[in-house]
């Protein structure tokens, strides 16, 4: 990901907001610009809480180029609190065991991969399993 686009999507990857539709209430993440349900361009931020519960999830075991150091690995699909759902790397799982669909899950701030051409590090999201 490039310096621009970096800068760009940091609100959405670094501190989970997105954004809520004045009109009806749609929540998206991340930000958006025009409500998808019923069109409105009244959108304004919205924090989500970072709670979230599995949805689904597979065991990467091949990884794309430059993510090879982090096989085996989980990803998912996890619902956030307020009813959004979004895919992301699930971390610090001891035991492939508690994957289950409900499996409660908090989002953290964690180091995503290193730009090899800009020289920048980028960080963002990822769920982690926890003990509400």
């Not at 150091?69 to 959004?84: A, C, D, K, T």
């Not at 699930?90 to 730009?115: A, C, H, S, W, Y």
């Amino acid at each position: 990901m490039g310096v621009a686009r970096s800068w760009r999507t940091q609100k959405s990857r670094y501190r989970l907001t997105g954004s809520k539709c004045t009109k009806c209430g749609a929540l998206y993440f991340p930000i958006n610009i025009v409500c998808i349900k019923c069109t409105s361009l009244d959108l304004e931020e919205f924090q989500f809480s970072g709670k979230a519960k599995l949805i689904e999830w597979t065991r990467v075991d091949e990884a794309a180029k430059g993510f090879e150091h982090l096989v085996p690995y989980y990803f998912g699909i996890v619902e956030l609190e307020e009813g959004v759902r979004i895919s992301t790397q699930i971390v610090d799982v001891v035991d492939e065991n508690i994957l289950q669909p409900g499996l409660q899950l908090q989002m953290t701030f964690r180091k995503l991969g290193e730009g090899t051409e800009e020289g920048i590090i980028n960080y963002g999201l990822k769920a982690e399993p926890v003990d509400w």
